[in-house]
């Protein structure tokens, strides 16, 4: 019987095995022979390599090789996998190892193969590099024009006749911080080549396994059935992990060479150089609107410092900035342009809500902004603006990524206003105007954010055998999400077996030919939607057996139990191992592509989901140091369907932390010469537990996605897309700002020359 399994916040499937320290981690693959890899990374921003001397590294007893670009296959470079219109990025990709040039501080020049990785180690500080420093562009907004790689635009409306025509124009001039996803698990590859077969088999591969498969097989000349891409658990990711990196070819590279597995793992000091950075942006944005506060128009120029080359994602971050900044407002008329420019940085990547945590920083910066100028309360300002359900569904005149941008939400104005109640923002406002009366520096904030899901396909297999067993294979990868409890719900909702009764195996390339993998909140939507066709197509295999084992109609029979029964006649029944066994049966042979209980589905989403939710926090600043106290933070999000609650507070709840630490405290920081100032967690600065207040996470079920048959909406990347606008604003109103705070993250030293800024105008 369906609607036993969706829903429900049932136990997690992977977290016993996790607890009991059964993790398969990529550091826990041990190969017979393996031997270690060590990278060479260059100590300079921007250098000519004139010589590298390997000789006295490859000496050493116990290294089998070291390896320099020139020992590579020529002109290899690791290609984009999202082209964007009109943008030609063939000149900036990445080679493996550096060629001519190093373009930042961590590129990979060397890497040394060794029996043990501390003689590894030991060897690749003997190799020597001879470099002669060049001047390094460290600014995108000032970069040389040969350092720009292109503009990303996008608009709709007459934008210069919204502003020729308004009551008030108000701007500023914003920026947003270096950051990373800095997972607990740096990353690793083992890789190890059969010599009988002529198999590789990679593991440590996340994200995007099967389009990681594609991209090896044809950098390395070898049919993708060869390469045999095995998941392993991933301690985090957060859009950072998983994407094809120089490491990513060198390691099966030199396990082809070799003839044995080769094992690279990652230290915390390499991954803070050489995983993608991102979110550095400079914007200069401008509001128009008409006397009453309402939006006529909205114009955005950005400067995206992209770093030393344009890794796999291309211009997504840059589109995903300029796209979507309109957020969920009437807006008219939008014009937003994003530079990709180049400096000498570490290139920069996708990043939990790439774009988003920008653009609705500055967006929602400028209308607090045009509050204070217009004389109106902040939240009366968003209300005015937001859209209701009278104008929804609501098409903006331009596609993103290829697909219309509809936004089918139910009513952003009553979420909001559903939202201010829920939170008991006034109170909040009460109590912060009650310390400032005492004179304390104690503000809150409000942002609402729109944010996007689901896009593009995904493939799955479900199989029932013959003692009865569900397996599901899908295209997702576990990157700690707790995808393969939400898989097996899906399953289990439409074969009416227990939740922990689904074996589900995720991203095996053996298993399944193609997946679309786990990245841009798209897992549940579209990989859970190709799930649960596949468990349909199952059914109604399973139907006609059954139908005819009992002499019934098969559209008379409805799962039950863990079977199939008699519907109006539960005592008529057959248990799945019946059918699945009766399903082999010569009768079946030729009635379907293939015997036995088996479905395959690959869904493809028409177009993007468009999620939407609010932020709030409350903030005291120490007025001796500049600190920042996080005192009260809420999440509202409407989510469509929640296949499992608590996994979506969950995941909201995490967003928000991490969030937390790209708005007050981690920046990725450079010196004069480009070199990295940010090694370890002591000096990148995450936010602590103590740093965080409890966090009020309120998860909507209001409004069902159209666009998918679960009703389903992304969760993943909401809880980082609105705190750094919502807690600048509360900086700014603990403060008490006439202006801007001008840039994120808002650390102590940051914050102090804004409290003089407020003395200044005091006085």
């Known amino acids: 019987m369906t609607g036993a399994a969706l829903g429900r916040s049932v136990p997690r499937l992977e977290d016993d095995r996790l607890l009991r320290g059964g ?39 116990g290294v089998v090789a070291v390896v320099t670009a020139a020992d590579l296959p020529p002109d290899t470079r690791i290609p984009v996998r999202q082209p964007h219109p009109g943008l030609d990025f063939t000149p900036h990709l990445q080679p493996p190892l550096a060629t001519g040039h190093v373009r930042y501080a961590g590129e990979p020049v060397a890497a040394v193969l060794a029996e043990d990785p501390y003689l590894a180690e030991d060897a690749a500080e003997l190799v020597r590099l001879h470099l002669t420093e060049l001047e390094p562009v460290l600014d995108a907004r000032t970069a040389p024009a040969a350092c720009e790689v292109g503009v990303v635009d996008f608009g709709y409306g007459d934008v210069d006749a919204a502003f020729a025509a308004a009551a008030h124009v108000v701007g500023a001039e914003l920026r947003t911080g270096r950051h990373s996803g800095t997972p607990l698990e740096p990353r690793g590859l083992v890789a190890e080549p059969d010599r009988a077969t002529g198999r590789l088999t990679v593991w440590g591969a996340a994200k995007i396994p099967h389009i990681n498969r594609r991209v090896l097989a044809t950098l390395l000349s070898l049919p993708e059935h060869r390469i045999h891409m095995r998941e392993t658990d991933a301690g985090g990711s957060f859009g950072i992990r998983g994407e094809f990196y120089p490491e990513d070819f060198l390691v099966p590279f030199l396990a082809l060479r070799t003839g044995r597995p080769v094992k690279w793992s990652e230290d915390r000091a390499e991954h803070m150089v050489a995983a993608n950075h991102a979110r550095e942006q400079e914007h200069r944005i401008e509001l128009a609107l008409d006397a009453e506060g309402r939006l006529l128009a909205l114009r955005d120029e950005a400067w995206l410092d992209n770093g030393g080359y344009v890794r796999t994602h291309g211009a997504v971050v840059a589109a995903l900035t300029a796209s979507m900044i309109s957020g969920p407002y009437r807006l008219p008329a939008c014009r937003s342009r994003v530079h990709i420019v ?29 509050a204070t100028r217009l004389g109106l309360d902040p939240v009366e300002l968003r209300r005015r603006n937001l859209l209701t359900a009278a104008e929804l569904p609501h098409e903006r005149p331009m596609q993103v990524f290829g697909s219309p941008m509809l936004l089918d939400g139910k009513d952003h104005l009553e979420h909001f206003d559903k939202a201010l109640a829920d939170v008991g923002y006034a109170r909040w406002r009460a109590e912060a105007a009650e310390a400032r009366s005492q004179g304390r520096l104690v503000g809150t904030a409000c942002a609402v954010i729109l944010e996007k899901a689901g896009l593009g396909h995904d493939s799955a297999v479900v199989d029932i055998g013959v003692t009865g067993a569900v397996r599901v294979v899908m295209g997702g990868a576990n990157v700690g999400q707790g995808i393969r409890t939400v898989m097996a719900q899906i399953a289990a909702e439409e074969l009416a077996v227990p939740v922990d009764a689904v074996h ?41 057996v059954a139908g005819e084992l009992l002499g019934v109609e098969p559209g008379t029979l409805v799962a039950r139990d863990g079977g199939l029964a008699v519907e109006g006649e539960p005592g008529r029944r057959l248990d799945w191992a019946r059918v699945a066994a009766a399903s082999f049966a010569p009768r079946w042979a030729g009635t379907a592509d293939e015997v036995g209980l088996i479905g395959r589905a690959t869904y493809a989403a028409r177009g993007m989901t468009y999620p939407y939710g609010a932020h709030f926090a409350q903030v005291e600043v120490d007025p001796d140091t500049g600190a920042t106290r996080v005192t009260r933070y809420a999440v509202t999000y409407e989510v469509g369907r929640a296949v499992h609650p608590e996994a979506v507070r969950g995941q909201l709840l995490g967003g928000v932390v991490q969030g937390i630490g790209g708005a007050l405290t981690e920046e990725f920081r450079y010196d004069e010469r480009g070199v990295p100032q940010s090694l370890t967690l002591d000096t990148y600065l995450w936010p602590r537990a103590d740093d965080l207040p409890e966090i009020q ?59 003089s800024l407020t003395t200044e105008e005091a006085s």
């Open 342 to 370: 180049k400096t000498h940085k570490t290139p920069i990547g996708t990043y939990r809500a790439p774009g988003r945590f920008q653009h609705n920083f500055v967006r929602e910066h400028a209308l607090d902004l045009a």
């Open 504 to 544: 589900v195996v995720l991203s095996d390339t053996d298993l399944l030919p193609d997946g679309g993998g786990t990245f841009g909140s798209r897992s549940t939507v579209v990989g859970g939607t190709a799930v649960r066709e596949a468990a349909l197509k199952v059914l109604d295999k399973a139907r006609a």
């Open 23 to 61: 993790g398969d981690f990529h550091d826990d693959v041990v190969r017979p022979g393996q031997l270690w890899l060590r990278i060479v990374r260059s100590p300079l921003a921007h250098a000519e390599i004139r010589r590298i001397d390997t000789a006295r590294a490859a000496a050493l007893p």
């Open 697 to 755: 996470v309120e998860v909507y079920e209001d409004a069902p996605a159209p666009g998918n048959p679960l009703g389903l909406r992304g969760a993943g990347e909401g809880g980082t897309a609105g705190s750094g606008a919502v807690l600048a604003g509360a900086v700014r109103d603990a403060l008490g700002l006439a202006g801007d705070v001008g840039a994120l993250p808002l650390h102590p030293s940051r914050v102090r020359s804004l409290m």
